[in-house]
């Protein structure tokens, strides 16, 4: 069919040309829009600047075409073969593209803004400045393709092969990246800020300052990754493999990277603010200086020698375990739920609720934290439900003053230093800012609830594996051993108050001394 027949017979109405074979066919700027063009041969054709949206161009053939600045939106090109054509600055937004084969086809600066792409084989192709938002290129194969400075915003990238692909600069942030192929790929400089990249392949990737804020990160292969100077302010990292990666003065402020393996990682200058130091696989760990400022601005530098390293990276969580001699009732469950919910809303490193452990005589509370330093602050609120609440909190405030006691052959400079920052976070944030003792009228406790009467033990377990008692009841225990005379044998001996015995100062410096730095 001769051009001038199509464009007469599409002039007057028809629209079916399935099949129809226009290859080498000059085209340019011609309105073909919504026309049928299934199967067609348009190889080699030059249909730059034509309309061609709502085009059916599924199954057709149009290697070497030339498309540029062509409207191809909403067009059906699933299916079709596109290889090398020229699509440069062309339109192709919410296009369908299912298994479409474009190897090595031209698309700088295309728009494909929520093109279906699924499966579509873009080897080699160059998308360089290319609009992909919200676009699905689930399963996609962009292999060695150059996305340099591309838009792919929101964009589902999941099971994609990207091996070798250049998207330096490119844009994904909240894209779907997940279980998807990076290996070798360059990703520098790249946005990936709130992208979904849980067990995606990241090997040997170079992520040089990458933005990767609030990323989910989970379960990702890292291993030998390039992440200098990368973002990773609260991204999720949590059993991510970072064997050997390179995270010099990486930003990971408020990150999660529990259960992380950073077996040989490298971790000089990085900026660790708030950032858990627990769970994680460290042996071979490289860390000369870390940066601990709040704000990343080398304010508070922390040098390491590798003994250092070994103590500041830890795998054992501090904890606070509160004892309960006396087994724990349904009534009982649901008022100390209440009374720790109050508390929390005061003080937040509260706000996990403790595990649970009931036996047949006793009840166990153990609280993690997130840190050394809270130990202290953190149990003078846990106690509070109970009547023991207030020779306990005397014991921890004995505990301070005895550390801070001017004793310079137990305690160096910069551990009285840190004590004593703790005994000021104590009582000026507890007893002051939340008036925590004046909490406890609020939390309801009913005093026919003999389980919040019963005596305590309160212990501390730093990061370390070390533990300090802190208040241990002398009735402890003793009220199963009653004489048979009792009436009521679940009736607990009174708990009144007594004078504790202080451990040595060595005990206590000793416990403090492998606090992390803050």
Known sequence: MEIEELLSRYANGERNFAAINLSEAQLSGVNLSGANLSKANLSIANLSRANLSRTDLSYAKLNVARLSGADLSQANLNHAILNVCN?????????????????????????????NLTGANLNNANLREARLRQSNLSRANLSSADLRGASLIAANLEGANLQGTDLSRADLSSANVTNAEFKQANLSFCNLSGANLSGTNLRWVDLRGANLRWADLSDAKLSGANLTGADLTNANLYNASLVHADLREARLMYADWTEANLSGANLTGAKLHSVSRFGLKTEGIICEWLDLSP??????IRRLTPEDVRKFFHQTLPTIQIIIDAPLDHESHIVLANAY????????PLSQPPTIKVGH?????????????????AAFAAILPFLDSEETQKNIVRYLQMLLA??????????????KKTSEVLIADLSKKFQIKLMKPGLNIPKRLKFFQAPTQTVLCNSSDQTLPVYNHPNFGKHWAKSSNIVDPDEFTSVKSVKYTLPESSILSNFVKNFPHS
């Open 87 to 115: 699509l440069i600055l062309a339109n192709l937004g919410d296009a369908e593209l299912v298994e479409a084969t474009l190897i090595r086809a031209e698309l700088i600066r295309a728009e494909f803004s929520r093109a």
């Open 406 to 419: 001017d004793n310079p052959n137990i305690l160096q400079a910069k551990e009285q230093k840190r004590i």
């Open 361 to 377: 005589r006793r009840t166990m509370l153990t609280f993690a934290m997130a840190n050394d330093n809270q130990l202290f602050c």
């Open 341 to 348: 919910h109050k508390i929390a809303q005061k003080y937040s």
């Open 295 to 300: 704000d990343g601005d080398r304010t508070q």
